[in-house]
């Protein structure tokens, strides 16, 4: 294990196995501990990088389950040996608790283990055969087998929130290695030394198992013209990204205007509405509006499944349920946010809603820097559908209650939805009718829906779904979590009276 009272970034990118210096650097910003200069990217490293991910899929595109299982394995055991020094730089750059780095890279390895664990299973590959019929009339039928192959080079943007389980080993990455294509990270300028050591650990994994060392690439920091230049490169074949709206359709659009478009598997946040039905309510509206102050200030509220706006009838039982929820909110202590711009756009966002006639506050406090407190605000339906920046994603502690008159309205309101990654119901028994004419609107809306509990805890396993529709994500048909998320990076492609010789392994 990695002495972490050693450890000092050395700033610079990895590039298929070579570490290398840019002409300029940046200064991260640490919420606490010192500052570190970090090598700037460039249009030109990214060439390098999407050059040697193309050399490198001629031979990982065709390595064996094994052999990437192996991989997998050995990058999960090269981060748990650097444990120390990345929960040091971890909390340092993102301000988040030495428990949650912990937790997180105890994800982070995880989904490696569980992609090195899927892949030899073989399910996702989707075998298919049909049989040469030479006899059938009027036409006899050709031998056809069907398998999943890797589409190439992929580009993963590191995202702000998650420095480890959506980074530069995070679920994008494995998920693509997984399937045998090579990847090229652009690092989030918000960690950059948590990215720094786990690409030492992604290396040092290359060179245990032999693979290529074009499989993977680290480019830190850089303008947006770096992000441009990674979307647009002509050897890249898909884009996983998470972050914000704003930014990740930019991206989605450049994938688009490529003279060869290609996907964009975005995640883009979502407000995650929950249902609070009458019967629910009377039980226990005053407990589940504390365990939704608990949901809203989790992390400070910087999950893209923190549950904003609950959705409530008017009448004492809602009424119990909003006193709860501001009662435990009051307690909350102010937490550290990811960045200084986060924490900004936290207080630009709150500032909609105390400028609205139509919005009532409820709890408003000030955040003061990088810290931030929650916020309560309520409105009606016929404001909150009247007005779309209500529905705006507000990344960060801050709830709102959208009251309703009955059963009617709150299915219109739930019409009313955009697309989300998750949706809830809150509900007993008596509720069920209710909630038989929700459940068909919100599986439309949302790609995971919830009873009786909070969103903000997404399992990694199989039958995981962490997308939605637009603006969720911009695919609705993938998942950013879970082993379905493999299927991003394949292709379908049928082989027609090909003799064994010349069929991909795995269909032999």
Known sequence: MLDKSVFTP?????????????????????????????SVGTPALVDQACKAAEEAFWTYGYTTREARAEFLNAIADEIEARAEAITEIGTQETGLPEGRLQGERGRTTGQLRLFASHILKGDYLDRRHD??????????????????????????????????????????????????????????????????????AILAAIEKTGMPKGVFSLVQGGKRDVGQALVQHPLINAVGFTGSLGGGRALFDLCAQREVPIPFFGELGSVNPMFLLPEAMKARGAEIGTGWAGSLTMGAGQFCTNPGIAVVETGPAGDAFVAAAAEALKGASAQ???????????????????????????LTTDSEGRSALPNLFETDAANYLQDHALGEEVFGPLGLVVRVS??????????????????????????????QRLVPVLERKAGRLLVNGFPTGVEVCDAMVHGGPYPASTNFGATSVGTLSIRRFLRPVSYQNLPDALLPGDLK
Request: glycine content about 14%; overall charge negative; charged content about 20%.
């Open 131 to 200: 049989e040469a019929l030479p006899d059938r009339q009027p036409l006899p039928r050709p031998d056809i087998k069907l398998v999943m192959r890797p589409i190439g080079p992929v580009a993963v943007f590191g995202a702000s929130n998650f420095p480890l389980a959506f980074s530069t080993a995070g679920g994008d990455t494995a998920a693509a290695l997984a399937a045998g294509c090579p990847v090229v990270v652009k690092g989030h300028g918000a960690h950059p030394g948590t990215g720094e050591i786990v690409a030492e």
């Open 406 to 435: 009955g059963a009617d309205e709150m299915e219109e309101l739930a019409r009313g939805f955009e697309g989300q990654l998750t949706a809830t119901i809150h509900m007993d028994e008596g509720d069920t009718g209710l909630a």
């Open 336 to 362: 550290c946010m990811l960045t200084d711009g986060i924490a900004q756009a936290y207080k630009d966002g709150k500032s909609r809603f105390d400028g609205r006639n139509a919005v009532k506050p409820v």
């Open 10 to 38: 050395h700033g610079k990118h990895l590039i298929a196995g070579a570490w290398v210096a840019g002409e300029t650097t940046f200064a991260s910003e640490p919420a606490h501990g010192p500052s570190h200069e970090f």
